[in-house]
């Protein structure tokens, strides 16, 4: 299938091809030995996917008698000789593979990371927690719940799943069915990567919205190839901060504003038009970008007053659209109703809301001015509620301007509507 304007990258050298990659010379068995490519997509070679335990070598323990004893160690025996088995020369793991002394390196593979996955030839997908001997499905597994794991099922061209015992369980085309319920993205994107990049921001950001790392910047960094950005690693800049540079990286190359359709459980009486968390767009993964006349948009900008938008809006009374108006406590009645381009999926077979004479019903964002600053700064509020804006559109004249809407500030408040809307909606379990 065509490869889109956005995947292009990944056929061409870029940025992340010309990080060194240390690859382990499988020839050199029973000897572990590395060999140092630039060039990845001309090096044929096997990968690792799998999920750390207590007891992981790394490069700089990877010859130390001692850590032969440790289960991390016969994991990196059992894959290479599964890679030998295949055929393979190198073979690529994550715990070894990276000298994670080195701030500089240890950046630079991040960065690099999907492209590694996307050339490599197979990826191996170890399951430590299932066994074929059991009756439990290994939809359980924990592969399933970690952030780093959802760019290595989606960049892999080709994916191998083995139990704890290294017992073949089955490829991506045999798993493309349950590796879909259990992630709830759908199959098309499993077995086609090259459509992974043709999905709506906020759909890939819901394949995350379930998922955890045991490092809170993770959480954002570990989303970079799934959206072709880089940026540097500040490990220490918190879980908020990371995320909030990570939105405002695919700001500058996308257009896509479903980056804003994000919904909050717990929803402060003000908050920032940036999501907080990649959890707050659970439930957007059948958001789609559109296309509407009645949109007038020219391109946005992040300053120090907010994100500059130049906005298609209807000004109603705040009452109209939620009953909470007494608990948002900014003192004012009416409030902007701003539509995004995007909108939900049509069902299928809805041939009157697929037909292309019929409006698409947008989703839009509810905000209020800022008090005590300019009569052009708003805030986001009632982000519990993303709205279906086609009757107001219908029956309401619509204003044209250039605004500020503020950028998220990270507090106790924001943190603890996260958490709680977190635990609200199930994330907990994972």
């Not at 793991?93 to 492209?115: G, H, R, V």
């Not at 759908?186 to 077995?191: G, L, P, S, V």
């Not at 109209?320 to 902007?336: A, M, N, P, Q, Y």
């Amino acid at each position: 299938s065509a490869i889109s304007e956005s995947e292009s990258h990944l056929r061409r050298p870029g940025r992340g091809f010309f990080a060194r990659m240390r690859l382990l010379n499988i020839r050199t068995l029973p000897l572990l030995d590395f060999v140092d490519v630039l060039s990845p997509e001309e090096a044929k070679y096997a990968i690792l996917s799998h999920t750390w335990g207590t007891e992981e070598v790394t490069l700089e323990d990877l010859h130390k008698p001692e850590s032969k004893q440790l289960q991390g160690y016969k994991k990196i025996e059992r894959c290479c000789v599964q890679a030998d088995h295949d055929g393979y020369d190198y073979l690529w793991i994550d715990t070894c593979c990276i000298d994670k002394k080195s701030s500089a390196e240890l950046s630079e593979a991040i960065n690099s990371m999907y492209n590694w996955y996307y050339w490599a030839d197979v990826c191996y997908v170890y399951l430590s927690d299932f066994s074929l001997d059991t009756d439990r499905s290994f939809i359980g597994c924990r592969w399933f719940t970690r952030g780093w794991t959802l760019q290595e099922l989606l960049a892999s061209k080709g994916i191998c799943c083995y139990d704890q015992h290294w017992r073949y369980v089955g490829d991506k085309g045999d798993l493309a069915a349950p590796f879909s319920t259990v992630t709830r993205i759908e199959e098309e994107y499993i077995k086609h990567r090259e459509s992974v990049h043709t999905a709506s921001v906020a759909a890939r950001m819901s394949w995350a919205s379930r998922r955890r790392t045991s490092r809170p910047e993770d959480e954002a960094y570990c989303l970079m190839g799934l959206f072709n950005v880089n940026m540097p690693l500040l490990y220490g800049e918190g879980s908020f901060k990371a995320f909030q540079r990570l939105q405002h990286e695919i700001l500058k190359i996308s257009e896509d504003e479903s980056l804003f359709a994000w919904s909050l459980d717990y929803s402060p009486p003000q908050i920032g038009v940036l999501a907080p968390h990649p959890s707050v767009f659970r439930e957007c993964g059948d958001v789609e970008p559109v296309e509407d006349p009645r949109i007038r948009r020219m391109p946005y900008s992040i300053t120090n007053r907010g994100l500059y938008i130049d906005a298609t809006y209807q000004t109603i009374p705040i009452d109209e659209i939620s009953d909470s108006f007494f608990r948002v406590g900014h003192g004012t009645s009416e409030c902007l109703l701003l539509p995004l381009k995007c909108a939900r999926k049509a069902p299928q077979n809805d041939l009157l809301t697929e037909s292309p004479d019929v409006p698409r019903k947008l989703i839009a964002i509810i905000l209020v001015p800022v008090p005590g600053h300019y009569d052009d700064i708003f805030a986001r509020c009632l982000a519990n509620e993303v709205m279906v804006c086609e009757r107001y559109f219908q029956s309401k004249k619509l204003w044209h301007n250039n605004i500020f809407i503020q950028l998220p500030v990270d507090t106790a408040e924001l943190s603890e509507a996260v958490e709680n809307s977190r635990y609200f909606r199930g994330d907990m379990l994972c």
